[in-house]
C-alpha cells in the first residue's frame, strides 16, 4: 500500500524527521509516538486450527465484536524499549496523560525529541500549553500521509501480526491484557529498528510513482468507462457520465 502526501512542506518535514534518525541529538532521547486507534476485540465462533507442517494456521472469517481500545505508545529508537497504555477512547486528554507519563520515564535533564503524526490530537490548544511549559519536549511532526515515516508503526505492525490479528478475546479486558503481555515479552528483549533510507532515495521513489500515477490518470482520462475497481453495470455507468 501506498500514498503519495499532498503536504506543501513535505521535503521540510521529511528532511527534518529522517535527519533525527541519521543523526540523534547529542544528549537527548529520541521517541516516535502515536496512536493505533480501535483495536477490536474480536471473539471468534470457532477456535482456530494451529499451524502444523503441511497445512496453515486458520481463524474463522466470522466475529462477534465485544468493543475497541485505543493504544498510546512510544518506541525508544535507540534501544527499541516501548512504552505503551490502552485507553478506552482517542481524545487529546489521553495523550496529554500520555506525555506526562513520558516525562516522568526519562530524566529530567535530557530533551524528548518526539516523532509524530499530524493527528489533530497532536495539536490541541491544551496540549500546546503544556509543551510550552514543558519545554524539553521538542516536536518533528511527519508529513501528512506519510505515517511510513514513523518508526513506531512498525512496531504496531508486530503487535498486529503477532498478537492481535489471529487472536480470541471474549473482552476488551482480554485484549489489553494480550497487548500488555506481548509489550512485557518485547521489552525484555528489545530489538530496535534501524533507519537506513536517505531522503535522496526516498525522494527518487516517490518521482517514479508520481510518473507512473500521471501515465495511468492520462490513459484512463481517454477511457473513461473503464474505470479500475468500478462494479456496476455499463447502463449505470453511461447514465452518471451524462448527468
Known sequence: MFKLSRAPQFLETLT?????????PQNAVVVCADEKSRIQAWD???PGLPLKPGRCGTFTHDYKRHGTTTLFAALQMVEG????????????????????RLDDEF???????LILGNSGTHGHERLR???TRHPRFVLHFIPTGSSWLNLVERWFEELTQKAVRRGTFHSVADLEQAIAQFMDAWNADPTPFIWTAKVET?????????R????????LSSRPLRRPGCTKPKARRLAQIYE
Do not use: N
Open 212 to 219: 507512473r500515477l500521471e501515465q495511468l490518470q492520462l490513459a
Open 129 to 131: 500549553g503544556w509543551l
Open 44 to 46: 471468534r465462533t470457532q
Open 107 to 113: 530524566p529530567e535533564a535530557m530533551e524528548l525529541h
Open 81 to 100: 524499549r516501548v512504552i505503551a497504555a490502552c485507553y478506552p477512547r482517542h481524545r487529546h486528554q489521553k495523550f496529554l496523560r500520555f506525555l506526562r
Open 16 to 24: 527534518d524527521v529522517v535527519g533525527v534518525y541519521w543523526t540523534p
Open 202 to 210: 526516498i525522494l527518487e521513489k516517490l518521482a517514479r510513482c508520481r
